[in-house]
């Protein structure tokens, strides 16, 4: 994928969905850990707080995802 860029003709969806599919192709695990945690960020608040809360669940569950890739095989906490 040399450059995504957003279709201002599809919708919003269409594009959220080429791009996973996309991602899909370069890195299967890091596609898996985007779509189990997109839950926490859609819908996206408009106004301050509750958009920041939001992005900080994201941001946590994200960071909690990669740690757990990052361990050795058959290691536990």
Known sequence: MDEFKFDINMSVQEN???FI??????D???????VGNM???TPF???GPQRTA????FNK???EGLE???KPKGSEG
């Open 28 to 34: 299967e695990e890091m596609t898996k850990l985007l």
């Open 39 to 41: 839950d926490k960020v």
């Open 45 to 47: 608040p408009d106004q």
């Open 21 to 26: 599919a996309l991602m899909g192709l370069l």
């Open 16 to 18: 959220i969905d080429l």
């Open 61 to 63: 569950a994200i960071m």
């Open 68 to 70: 757990n890739l990052n």
């Open 54 to 57: 939001v992005r900080v669940a």
